[in-house]
């Protein structure tokens, strides 16, 4: 069965700090996709990231970095130089590739991150 | 460019009663997805619909059922309400096949608030 762990239900930083949010996974396909996604208070879910399986290249992106690590089946979400902007609950997920298509998504918990002026 | 709308943004019904939720996906975008998420916890997927028909379907009673039209919007219907299903319905859209290749990372509206009284 597949599974998503966000093992930190709420953080609360000082803004500036840098922020890492954990993920770990569980699956036993060897051919999968693992998101990122942004809920702020209005709602909706902004996608972040996408990752296949097959691509553990790490990523950075402005403020935002991934770190994919296949060995211990994690996938961590780093905010440098936290802003207040950034207060919203993050989802990491998970999808099984059918026939290289993404299946439905399997979500964790979230991790309300809240970050104080 | 338009991204994904819902309607209605809150909708409050008793025990009993049926309700229909409307989705227009993100323009160019043919597939269309379902999620219920509980107060504090992570979406969880209903069903996904593609060419008018229901593709996928996750763990949920047959009194929610759905339907895509020919212009990809998309009903999601609820019968028989009961109280656990208060809940931020969510849709997600996303796009088949690109060049030929299958490239559908989920995209998501601002939900529906459903609350049952």
């Known amino acids: 069965a597949q599974k998503v762990t966000q093992a930190q239900t709420e953080i609360s930083v000082v803004e500036k700090e840098d922020v890492t949010l954990d993920c770990v996974y569980e699956?036993?396909?060897?051919?999968?996709?693992l998101f990122w996604y942004k809920q702020p208070p209005s709602g909706e879910l902004v996608f972040l990231i996408r990752?296949?399986?097959?691509?553990?290249q790490n990523e950075i992106s402005g403020r935002y970095s991934w770190n994919f690590q296949k060995s211990t089946s994690s996938f961590n979400f780093t905010i440098t130089a936290s802003q207040v902007v950034d207060s919203a609950v993050y989802f990491c997920?998970?999808?099984?590739?059918?026939?290289?298509?993404?299946?439905?998504?399997?979500f964790g918990k979230g991790t309300k991150l809240s970050v104080k002026p | 460019d338009a991204g994904v709308t819902q309607s209605p943004t809150h909708l409050i019904k008793t025990r009993g009663q049926q309700v229909t939720l409307r989705c227009s996906p993100k323009?160019?975008?043919?597939?269309v997805s379902w999620y219920q998420q509980a107060l504090g916890q992570g979406p969880q997927f209903i069903f996904q619909?593609?060419?008018?028909?229901?593709?996928q379907r996750g763990n949920f009673p047959d009194r929610f059922s759905g339907h895509q039209f020919p212009n990809y919007s998309s009903e999601l219907n609820v019968n028989a309400l009961l109280l656990g299903d208060s809940a931020l319905y969510l849709c997600?859209?996303?796009?088949?096949?690109?060049?030929?290749?299958?490239?559908?990372?989920?995209?998501f509206g601002p939900g529906t608030r459903l609350t049952v009284l």
């Open positions: 997920a998970l999808s099984e590739a059918m026939g290289g298509s993404q299946g439905n998504l399997i």
């Open positions: 699956t036993r396909d060897t051919t999968y996709y």
């Open positions: 990752r296949n399986s097959f691509d553990e």
């Open positions: 619909y593609y060419e008018e028909e229901e593709r």
């Open positions: 997600a859209s996303s796009l088949a096949w690109v060049q030929g290749r299958k490239k559908d990372t989920q995209y």
């Open positions: 323009s160019g975008h043919d597939t």
